[in-house]
């Protein structure tokens, strides 16, 4: 009976819960090496829409968890993998952490994307490729991203150094630690492997592990998640009898959602009243919670989940619903139409070749403002020292003092020049 218990025991260590513990970006210039490295580790291929096929770049942010395992038989490095079975000698391994991967865009014209996924990160891996010099536009951009979002644990990949020789690996690692210099993440670890080959990996998953904690939570508040993707899993052709709700994708802050629980969505969909088009809160059943592959009866706080709503499909599809807000009805933030800012410029534009200087924000200038998971465009209506009101085109739902990335139209791109916190009044 003893012995029956203590199996008990150790089969229960070598389960983890289905819902990851921790999201991690995969951020960097585009054409760095993201997609493959997080196929690499998670065996799955994150851009599957069809112009990320074609064109070979991530579009939309993806989605893949991966549990990293211990082989309790090795040491260092080569202890770790992704396997069920060690690699080396074949023994059974331990999960360690089941985690969500966020792959981010590089490319500088889906900059939004890339802010907007960047909240619901609680560490990063920012890829550098060997081959090209550093820091490349979109590297800089999204390493500032980062610090300005007060994220704090980033691992710096340097990959693609099976295409180059030693000597122009040491020269790109150097290029690396000056750019790094001076930053928030200048101790940050830096890591060569080639995703393409499968070599370092290892050593990537041990400075994961090392270097980005778990991070505490509240389950007892109410719960609060941030939407990054929505969309209508119904295939063409369906049946009515067969037809399901629209599904909800994010991450919880806080708080824990279950099956049937009736949630409130802001700031909802848009409709026409007296001729008028106003915002209004949408509330839905979940039907059922999903995360890494499995239903759930709850959720809590931590990696990605899915949410099957009783919504119309209609409502939710191609990302309609992103940049919302869920929780429970009554129970959330307030949506605003308009925000006031007080404003931290930068010194220089984040994402140009060119050294520009930040020109003070002017009057009737059009931003773009990130505020959790949503991207919305605001046209400056008042201004004061340190301090904008801007109208917005879509509203957002946030908390006040939430903080508000600010990018500027310069050329034909949307660039990072600051950040502010959302304030009541100027």
Not at 21 to 43: A, C, Q, Y
Not at 181 to 208: C, V, W, Y
Not at 220 to 246: C, Q, W, Y
Request: with cysteine; net charge neutral.
């Amino acid at each position: 009976m003893a012995r029956k218990k203590k199996e008990d025991q150790q089969q229960e260590l070598l389960e983890l819960p289905a819902q990851p513990v921790l999201n991690i970006g995969m951020v960097g210039h585009v054409d760095h090496g993201k997609t493959t490295l997080l196929e690499r580790l998670s065996g799955r291929w994150t851009d599957t829409h069809s112009e990320e096929l074609k064109r070979g770049i991530t579009i939309r942010l993806g989605y893949a968890d991966v549990t990293f395992r211990k082989c309790e038989k090795c040491e260092g490095a080569k202890s770790y993998t992704t396997k069920e079975k060690c690699p080396v000698d074949g023994s059974d391994t331990i999960p360690l952490r089941k985690v969500s991967f966020v792959d981010a865009p590089g490319h500088e014209s889906l900059m939004a994307t890339m802010l907007a996924g960047a909240t619901i990160m609680d560490g990063a891996l920012l890829l550098v490729a060997a081959n090209e010099q550093c820091p490349q536009p979109q590297t800089r951009e999204h390493l500032m991203a980062l610090q300005i979002i007060g994220l704090k644990n980033v691992i710096v990949v340097q990959n693609k150094i099976d295409l180059v020789s030693e000597e122009q690996a040491m020269k790109n690692y150097g290029e690396i630690t000056s750019f790094l210099k001076g930053t928030d993440f200048e101790n940050a670890p830096i890591i060569p492997i080639s995703a393409q080959h499968r070599a370092g990996l290892d050593l990537l998953m041990q400075a994961i592990d090392e270097n980005i904690p778990t991070p505490s939570r509240d389950s007892a508040k109410d719960p609060i998640m941030l939407v990054a993707r929505s969309f209508d899993i119904n295939k063409p052709g369906i049946t009515s009898e067969k037809l399901v709700g629209g599904v909800l994708g994010g991450s919880l802050k806080q708080g824990m959602l279950k099956v049937d629980d009736t949630i409130e969505i802001r700031p909802g969909r848009t409709i026409v009243e007296k001729n008028q088009q106003v915002w209004k809160p949408v509330t839905a059943k979940i039907v059922s919670l999903n995360a890494g592959g499995e239903d759930l009866e709850s959720a809590g706080p931590g990696g990605s989940i899915g949410i099957l709503t009783s919504l119309d499909p209609s409502i939710v599809k191609s990302d309609q619903l992103t940049g919302s807000i869920v929780g429970l009805p009554g129970r959330l933030p307030k949506v605003w139409n308009e925000l006031v800012l007080s404003v931290h410029l930068l010194q220089r534009v984040v994402g140009t070749k060119e050294e520009l200087v930040v020109e003070p924000i002017k009057m009737g200038e059009t931003l773009m403002l990130n505020v959790n998971s949503a991207a919305t465009v605001g046209v400056v209506i008042e201004l004061r020292k340190n301090k904008i009101k801007c109208r917005l085109k879509l509203p957002v739902c946030s908390d006040t003092s939430s903080r508000v990335t600010i990018s500027r139209r310069i050329g034909n791109r949307f660039r990072l020049i600051g950040y502010g916190e959302i304030l009541e009044k100027l």
